[in-house]
């Protein structure tokens, strides 16, 4: 009898917010995974911006034990996932470690964007799919149209679906008996040498890196020597372990196993997620399939507030790029901020957790630019470059045609709001392709979208729209050919590279005005009048002055002829003119600060 009869490896999926990480606390209550003294609520939620936030940002897996109702003790292994769009890529992680996924659907809400989406994840990996119907102690909760929608949009029978409620503890014995029983053992398990896959890894300071594995094949111990099949890197195994859920050092991890490696890799660079660990001295010859190439889609600059910090931030975005694949950065330097790094990451949500994660967990006080998309500029010859970094554009006139990013949305919101959200749509220069009905109340869209146009406000406007009930899923879609420019905000002539950006040719006029003004308020007195002034190329489209000092020169006049005081004024032009041209302006910097907090 193989000793994997009894396990089985399973994921939570659903859309943001339906109550997947409720529903694991239950679980680890029912299976006696976590003392009841010292259970919290979102208790697999380990760090605070999770707790915070009330979202999952990381993958949390868990080791439980289960006593079935045939008489057997089952090892499971539970990975809570997150929902959120940004962190998709977590999600195809987790599964891709697991043989069968739990699809949770909100008893009130239904099917929306991203439990489609996830649900199309788990399909495509070859997964066993339990649909549980969640929250069904509301007083909204609409059953009926629940299990409708279960069979129309993801072709899932009916009768499959787990009524239950992660709050009120109810349904929870049905969902691990629907695991035990519909989940297959795990797979692979009879290869004959050791194969492990990598889906996480995190920086301890104390013991280096420790690297998060499901085991497919054979076992690993302490004072075995392991082997990264990517890069051929050899290691000595420090300690193996699973998650209770804190980590809990065992003897060996064996077939069918998720659990931790620590090795005695230093170097966060060298343990790629995606990749297969197997023994040194008897290595397996093929890898397990790992994972698609995660591809950042939103750029932006980190800078340190102080200059010294630059190391430490450094380091910081050396640590948080170990444990998040689709993070990446590289070095980059503005006349304005200094030395900093240009960062790339999947989405606004996944920039904003990664910035405040430096903020807190390594306390650097950091600036970040504009966020950008890369663009594919098209130069006369036929010559392709990729520009992340509106710095890095050519010269305007060697450019054939720049090529834009888009995204194809799923939309699904209340019909009351359709028309709002096609003005919306019409606004950020999208098409909508495709409506389709999903039930008397609500509609989903399919749409295309430039992606540089959804980057800032559009999922707030979605959210404020349809009061709460819009929800949006993308991916990413062709490049096409659009009119766009580099506009450069200038400050008494002279480029500041920090403001420059990249805009359609016909918002260029507005998005220049809103900028010369936000920085004539933030930008303190000069001594001269300075002129602020958007431009995009050597065309100036909009402008503003920055206030300038006054000495109240006629003062002590007493009445007497006006030309005294007209010769007292025209002495403080001249001044004034003469200082403007040997003049430099100080842009302090917490004016880039509030310029680029407010964007």
């Not at 290595?283 to 430490?312: I, N």
């Not at 006080?365 to 663009?375: E, H, L, Q």
């Not at 005081?565 to 302090?588: N, T």
Request: glycine fraction near 6%; aromatic fraction near 6%; hydrophobic fraction near 40%.
């Amino acid at each position: 009898m193989p000793l994997t009869k009894y396990t089985r490896n399973f994921c939570i999926i659903a859309h943001v917010d339906h109550g997947k990480t409720t529903l694991s606390d239950r679980i680890l209550e029912h299976t006696n995974t976590v003392a009841m003294r010292v259970m919290t609520d979102q208790h697999l939620d380990s760090m605070d911006l999770e707790k915070e936030r009330g979202i999952t940002i990381k993958s949390h897996p868990v080791t439980m034990t289960y006593r079935a109702k045939d008489g057997h003790d089952y090892k499971l292994n539970l990975m809570d996932t997150p929902g959120h769009v940004d962190f998709s890529y977590e999600v195809s992680r987790s599964l891709a470690a697991c043989e069968g996924a739990v699809l949770l659907i909100d008893a009130a809400q239904g099917v929306e964007a991203q439990t489609v989406a996830n649900a199309h994840l788990a399909f495509a990996q070859k997964l066993k799919v339990i649909p549980v119907i969640n929250k069904i102690d509301l007083p909204s909760a609409n059953l009926e149209l629940c299990t409708r929608q279960l069979e129309d949009i993801l072709s899932i029978p009916a009768e499959e679906a787990i009524l239950a409620s992660g709050k009120a503890g109810i349904g929870i014995e049905d969902i691990l008996e629907a695991v035990v029983n519909r989940v297959p053992p795990p797979r692979w398990a009879t290869y004959p040498q050791l194969r492990c896959l990598v889906f996480d890894s995190l920086y301890d300071s104390y013991r280096g890196c420790i690297a998060y594995v499901r085991v497919f094949s054979g076992t690993i111990k302490a004072n075995d020597q392991m082997m990264l099949m990517s890069n051929g890197q050899k290691a000595d195994v420090k300690e193996v372990g699973v998650f209770m859920p804190k980590m809990t050092k065992i003897a060996s991890l064996g077939a069918g196993d998720v659990g931790y490696i620590v090795s005695s890799i230093k170097n966060t660079s060298d343990v790629k997620t995606g990749d297969t660990i197997t023994l040194a001295a008897r290595p397996a010859t093929e890898m397990l399939p790992g994972y698609k190439e995660v591809r950042p889609m939103v750029f932006c600059g980190l800078y340190p507030l102080e200059s010294d910090d630059y190391e430490k931030l450094k380091a910081a975005l050396g640590r948080l790029r170990l444990n998040d694949a689709a993070f990446v950065y590289s070095s980059e330097s503005s006349l304005a901020l200094g030395f900093g790094f240009r960062c790339g990451f999947l989405g606004l949500l996944h920039m904003e957790i990664i910035q405040e994660r430096i903020r807190r967990e390594h306390d650097v006080d950091i600036i970040s630019t504009y966020p950008s998309v890369i663009y594919h500029v098209i130069k006369h010859g036929g010559e392709k470059i990729d520009v992340d970094n509106p710095v890095n554009m050519p010269d305007p006139g060697t450019i054939e045609e720049i090529r834009e990013p888009t995204i194809r949305a799923s939309i699904i919101l209340p019909n009351d709001s359709m028309g709002d959200i096609l003005a919306l749509i019409m606004e950020k220069r999208g098409v909508c392709e495709h409506t389709d009905t999903l039930d008397q109340n609500r509609v989903m869209l399919r749409c295309v979208l430039p992606l540089n146009e959804i980057l800032v406000d559009f999922n707030d406007r979605l959210k404020s729209i349809t009061h709460g009930y819009g929800s949006m899923d993308y991916e990413l879609g062709d490049y096409i050919a659009s009119d766009l420019v580099k506009m450069d905000i200038m400050i008494n002539g002279d480029p500041v590279d920090a403001f420059s950006c990249i805009v359609h040719r016909e918002k260029a006029d507005a998005k220049g005005r809103q900028l010369c003004e936000k920085l004539a308020k933030i930008i303190p007195p000069q001594m001269f009048k300075v002129a602020i002034q958007a431009a995009i190329g050597g065309k100036i489209i909009a402008r503003d002055n920055v206030r300038e000092m006054r000495k109240d020169v006629t003062s002590k006049c007493y009445g007497g002829d006006i030309s005294r005081k007209r010769k007292l004024l025209d002495k403080q032009k001249e001044g004034k003119k003469k200082m403007k041209q040997i003049g430099k302006v100080s842009i302090p910097p917490d004016a880039f600060i509030k310029v680029l907090q407010n964007d």
